[in-house]
């Protein structure tokens, strides 16, 4: 309306208020946060530089152009905060849109109550397309749960009772009785919604460094502009308004406002990139110290392998007995304890098809193992005290089975030895893919483990992992941490949570293998994988180093472009809307957009992952 006003009404009063309500409208927002920087933390910002020369251009009679400066840079603010705000929505849309009311079941009644109405310990019952509304304990059905919201995992995980379940998760198929652990406000959605809000309160070295060139660049500015009109009005003895105007490209044009905006925008787009895809991460200083980490440090137990045990090896010592007959023995004996090498054989019986019985008798002898009676015949299983004085020549096969980081349990009868069972902990199978890339990327890995010489050899050599150092104590990997920082070696550290947390915290970053319902990992880690895939650690250093690419890129157009125009308004080449137009809105936009680039990005990790799933359904469909 100005526009038209000036140009084709040619009615001058009315352009200059419609110029002066746009300027107002547009930039009262600006007025405020250079004001507020200014009287409260005595800052010179961006918006100082802006403000001042929309009202200098106002002063000179230039309204059309003091309107647009105002306007334009309006509009590279309002990127930055639209851009922020859309990639934040999608987390705050997982807290919006999980389930206001849930059905809770009591004395045989189902209601319909507030979720924040359902105490712990309350019974929930989630129907097959429910969204789960609180954590808790599964008491009652099976079902397949999309965990998608929360982990980024697209195949759904079967679910069973005593499994926990969340908040937020959608259940698929089944009817499912959940006991309520966890209120609305402390439930693991909710911890990772409050986490994402406090983003900004760790920031990287690129945003601390715009921060504090801002303070310092903005007077600068000021006080170059100003004296581009002093000096020659003072040597003239005359003020001209052509001076002014130049001096008001000048202050407009160097404004660093695309610089500015760039930073932020790109972080905040990786980081809720990496919280979609399961990898919640308190800051983009953490982010941005992965892409320049050297050393990756892994501890053993819980990170490179499940911490689950698995028998490897069932090695029949006496005539007559097969590895099926005697993991049948085993099993048997082994079906009433709930020690974890029970368990593992338990299992390993079930998975191979072996149907086991209950023993006639059953005995545990505390500190070295069980014995009972399976169809009428005695045996024993326990550790190598159980066996000491028999006759049999197990020595050569024992000795193999824990140079190669094995755990024996031995199996005997009344007439001696019957066999030996070897077991290790699983390794993750995601982790010999895992190393191999971090080769690839030439970055070093080391091991760090409480477990003794033998077996942290055999494992390291099978992953191929190039140092590790056994029998540390917690206090001994901060050591080893603390060497390596001290040579000024960036390293990070992946643990499972609290035994590692000093090494964590030592560490340039800490990386907890927490699993999306450790209270204590989420603390403990500056980046949590909130499933325990640690196979996700190359799509972070993908993303790591994209996003500081990004911001490099986004650097260097900024300082490039704003230092030919600067060079051009000082030369009085490049008018005040150019300036603005060009240096400042087109600027802003482009580099947003370069950021905006970051929520979509997948990395070679996931491209890869994504392919393999692809041939593996072509390849059952064939199959069928």
Same mark, same amino acid.
């Given at each position: ?395 050569? %096969? !024992? ?5 190669? &980081? @094995? ?10 030895? /019957? #066999? *030996? ?105 500056? %980046? !949590? ?5 640690? &196979? @996700? ?10 996003? /500081? #690419? *990004? ?74």
């Amino acid at each position: 309306m100005a526009i038209i006003s000036q140009r084709i009404i040619l009615n001058t009063k009315i352009a200059f208020l419609l110029y002066a309500l746009a300027s107002i409208i547009s930039g009262y927002r600006l007025v405020l946060e250079a004001g507020r920087e200014l009287i409260y933390k005595s800052r010179f910002d961006v918006e100082l530089l802006v403000v001042t020369a929309g009202i200098g251009a106002f002063l000179i009679g230039e309204v059309e152009e003091g309107a647009a400066v105002i306007f334009l840079f309006s509009i590279a603010s309002f990127l930055e905060r639209y851009t922020s705000y859309r990639a934040r929505k999608s987390i705050r849309d997982l807290m919006e849109t999980s389930p206001e009311k849930a059905v809770i079941k009591k004395k045989g009644i189902e209601a319909i109550v507030p979720v924040e109405e359902v105490e712990l310990g309350d019974i929930v019952i989630c129907r097959p397309g429910d969204k789960i509304p609180l954590d808790g304990i599964i008491v009652k059905g099976r079902s397949s749960v999309n965990e998608a919201p929360l982990t980024g995992e697209s195949i759904p995980v079967e679910k069973k009772p005593g499994d926990m379940v969340y908040a937020g998760t959608l259940n698929i198929d089944g009817y499912l009785g959940i006991r309520v652990i966890k209120k609305k406000h402390d439930t693991v959605l909710a911890r990772v919604l409050e986490l994402v809000e406090q983003y900004s309160k760790s920031k990287s070295r690129y945003e601390r460094f715009t921060e504090k060139f801002s303070t310092y660049y903005t007077p600068s500015v000021i006080a170059l502009a100003i004296l581009s009109i002093a000096v020659p009005a003072l040597r003239y003895g005359t003020l001209q308004a052509s001076w002014i105007y130049r001096s008001l490209s000048f202050l407009v044009i160097s404004c660093p406002c695309a610089l500015a905006i760039s930073i932020p925008v790109s972080m905040v787009s990786a980081l809720t990139n990496a919280t979609r895809r399961g990898i919640l991460i308190k800051g983009s200083r953490y982010l941005e110290t992965v892409a320049s980490t050297e050393v990756f440090a892994f501890d053993k137990t819980g990170t490179l392998t499940k911490g689950e045990l698995e028998v490897t090896d069932v090695i029949p010592l006496k005539d007559g007995i097969s590895p099926e007959g005697l993991l049948r023995i085993a099993a048997s004996l082994e079906s009433r304890s709930e020690h974890p090498i029970a368990k593992a054989i338990v299992e390993k019986a079930r998975k191979d098809g072996i149907e086991f019985v209950e023993p006639d008798s059953f005995i545990a002898h505390i500190g070295m193992g069980v014995s009972g009676k399976i169809d009428g015949t005695w045996y024993a299983m326990g550790s190598e005290t159980m066996i000491k004085g028999s006759n049999s020549d197990y020595e050569k %096969i !024992v000795s193999k089975l824990r140079s190669g &980081g @094995k755990t024996c349990v031995f199996v005997m009868d009344k007439e001696g030895l /019957v #066999g *030996v069972i070897g077991l290790r902990d699983a390794l993750r199978a995601e982790i010999i893919p895992l190393l191999s890339r971090l080769r690839e990327l030439g970055l070093k890995t080391l091991m760090l483990t409480g477990d003794n010489e033998n077996t942290a050899k055999a494992i390291a050599r099978e992953i191929g992992i190039e140092i590790f150092r056994a029998n540390l104590l917690p206090e001994d990997k901060v050591n080893v941490i603390e060497k390596l920082t001290k040579k000024g070696i960036v390293t990070t550290m992946i643990g499972d949570g609290i035994n590692d947390a000093p090494a964590l915290a030592r560490s340039s970053v800490g990386i907890v293998m927490g699993g999306i319902g450790s209270d204590a990992a989420i603390e403990a880690g500056d %980046i !949590v994988l909130l499933r325990d895939n640690i &196979g @996700k650690l190359s799509y972070l250093i993908d993303l790591s180093r994209e996003t /500081v #690419g *990004v911001v490099k890129q986004n650097i260097i157009a900024s300082v490039t472009i704003k230092l030919a125009l600067a060079l051009l308004a000082a030369l009085g080449k490049v008018p005040l809307w150019v300036a603005v137009g060009v240096g400042d809105v087109g600027l802003s936009l482009v580099v947003t957009l370069n950021a905006i680039r970051l929520l979509f990005f997948e990395g070679e990790h996931l491209k890869i992952q994504g392919t393999l799933q692809c041939k593996g359904k072509i390849i059952g469909k064939g199959n069928n």
